[in-house]
């Protein structure tokens, strides 16, 4: 069964260079290699809901420039349509610089370019297209009036509204008390006043998601890296089944060799909406998103290193976790 996902997104060139280490303040330090690929937290949900199995929309802006040649080539290639990328005169297309250490982790330093042109207004334009769609998902790397207008006219047309609030710009507690879920790491969710820089473990978070749920948000799921993801949802959460007393859950993530961290929450918000799209319940979607990140961790790179459906689903099962 394939459902519908509306990605309202950013669109960048990612420049990535790989280091032994970070570089201290004023330290000059050699790459061991160097990688120019597509990137942007939108785009990436987009091709990760794409090759999760969902029917993709991308709604995006990119410059007139070298990199907005190269940046629609590439979503072209990955077989999600262009019809709602719209180019910006005389703009820049974004641009992510990225470097990633031997341990896997990485720093980003993010310039919005064309995609400070996706404003309330483009929204709008796309009323149909949200309407038509099962899902509709955003992330903080947009104009905060944009994922506010995003929010409200899903709740409009009926369509469920998912937020990625990361980075965690302050959008209004409306857009928040939409949100089914709003995604978050741990560290967006302290930001929020969710939970504490003192909470530790999939036991407490979990109960962090429980208090949230229904109060703050119609559902939460909280990711917390290598240890896995929580979610929980209130009674007005498209989740809830009458029938299901259970409204969180908890999922450790599969124990593999990290290489590349890059993108890898993307990669779980593009594949859980991909899920929930088809009308899977949350903590079943939330299961084989954790697959999903974890798996993308094992190559470099952003969306080369996404896994098709079939094999997402196959390391799924080897894990034991979906």
């Not at 597509?38 to 070298?66: E, F, M, P, Y």
């Not at 005169?89 to 400070?116: M, R």
Request: proline share 4%; net charge negative; charged share 15%.
């Amino acid at each position: 069964m394939t459902g519908r996902v509306l990605v309202l997104g950013s669109l960048n060139v990612d420049s990535t260079s790989y280091v032994a280490d970070f570089p201290e303040p004023g330290e000059t330090v050699s790459s061991t290699g160097y990688a120019v690929a597509l990137g942007g937290k939108g785009t990436n949900q987009a091709i990760a809901a794409h090759l999760a199995g969902a029917s993709v929309d991308l709604v995006a802006r990119v410059g007139t420039d070298a990199a907005a040649t190269f940046a629609l080539e590439t979503v072209r290639g990955f077989g999600v349509a262009l019809d709602a990328i719209d180019q910006v005169p005389d703009a820049a297309t974004g641009v992510a610089q990225i470097t990633v250490a031997a341990s896997g982790e990485n720093t980003v330093i993010v310039s919005a370019g064309a995609n400070a042109h996706v404003t309330a207004d483009a929204v709008e334009a796309h009323r149909w297209d949200v309407a038509a769609a099962d899902i509709a998902l955003t992330q903080g790397e947009l104009p905060v009036d944009a994922v506010e207008r995003l929010a409200s006219l899903s709740s409009e047309v009926g369509t469920r509204f998912v937020l990625n609030l990361a980075p965690p710009v302050p959008v209004s507690t409306a857009a928040l008390a939409v949100c089914d879920p709003l995604v978050v790491n741990q560290h967006e969710a302290v930001a929020l006043g969710i939970g504490t820089a003192e909470t530790t473990g999939l036991d407490a978070w979990r109960t962090v998601a429980e208090s949230a749920a229904g109060r703050r948000c119609r559902s939460i799921v909280i990711t917390l890296g290598a240890e896995g993801a929580v979610s929980a949802a209130g009674a007005e959460s498209a989740s809830v089944d009458e029938h299901d007393l259970s409204r969180s859950s908890q999922c450790p993530s599969p124990r593999v060799t990290a290489v590349d961290s890059t993108g890898a929450g993307d990669c779980f918000t593009g594949t859980l909406a991909a899920f929930l799209s088809e009308g899977r319940p949350l903590s079943e979607a939330v299961a084989v998103a954790v697959a999903a990140g974890a798996l993308s961790v094992t190559s470099r790179g952003t969306v080369g290193s996404y896994a098709p459906r079939a094999d997402l689903l196959a390391f799924a099962a080897r894990s034991g976790i979906a």
